[in-house]
């Protein structure tokens, strides 16, 4: 089955307290993201990917860092978590450019990782 | 720059009226794609629809419908026959060639609209 996996779901952790939020995707996908969600904002981009080795800054990328090493795998780094951090954070994947990407393909999303840092 | 306003916050109906959710966006490329998200309480985001530029039909998929006019930048969605399950945050998003090219298909949302159907 075609999915994007967020682990974990939930987490309430500390302020200073580094974490990792990990994300896979067995679709073969080149693009990945990262994006957080906040009451009235919808969702915004925190940084994206669009290939191995190959990552960007987004609309909001300040105390987060990802890498890239290897396809499938997208993890999101919060060095230093502060309270104003905690939010619901989405993963996403799309097959990238070219013919694959107007095939018609929605970008697919993880089911969510809600974080609470106190 | 994208823009994409989705001007009703929260919306309130009783099961079985029809609703329907509106959808602005903003883009100088011609190439672009208006999707619709539902968001249940549980949290995860489940895609509706996906609509490009150049396919202007109105679609229709059971109770939901979609109304796509390039003239007005709407992309409206239409629930006939509300029910209970229908309850949900819905987000309208836009991406085009400039951020599929560049940044990764990054996706511009709506800030959401909150249905509540009450039985």
């Known amino acids: 089955e075609a999915q994007v996996t967020q682990n974990p779901r939930y987490l309430i952790t500390v302020t200073g307290k580094k974490l990792t939020v990990t994300c896979s995707q067995n679709m073969n996908h080149e693009y990945m993201s990262w994006y957080r969600q906040d009451p009235g904002l919808g969702l915004r981009q925190i940084y994206y990917?669009?290939?191995?080795?190959?990552?960007d800054k987004g609309d909001v990328p300040e105390g987060y860092k990802v890498s890239r090493k290897e396809k499938r795998n997208f993890p999101l780094i919060l060095e230093s978590p502060s309270p104003n951090q905690t939010s619901l954070y989405f993963c996403a994947s799309s097959p990238g450019q070219g013919d694959t990407y107007v095939s018609n393909q929605p970008q697919h999303f993880g089911d969510g990782t809600r974080l609470s840092i106190l | 720059a994208q823009k994409v306003t989705q001007a009703q916050t929260e919306i309130s109906v009783v099961e079985k009226e029809d609703v329907t959710l509106d959808c602005v966006y903003e883009?100088?490329?011609?190439?672009?794609?208006l999707f619709w998200y539902k968001q249940p309480p549980s949290g995860e985001l489940v895609f509706l629809i996906r609509?490009?530029?150049?396919?202007?039909q109105n679609e229709i998929s059971g109770r939901y419908s979609w109304n796509f006019q390039k003239s007005t930048s709407s992309f409206n969605f239409t629930i006939t026959a509300s029910q209970v399950v229908d309850s949900a945050v819905y987000f309208c998003a836009l991406s085009d060639r400039h951020l599929i090219y560049n940044q990764g298909g990054k996706l511009i949302f709506g800030q959401g609209t909150e249905l509540s159907v009450k039985p």
């Open positions: 609509r490009n530029s150049f396919d202007e």
């Open positions: 883009t100088r490329d011609t190439t672009y794609y």
């Open positions: 990917s669009m290939n191995v080795e190959v990552t």
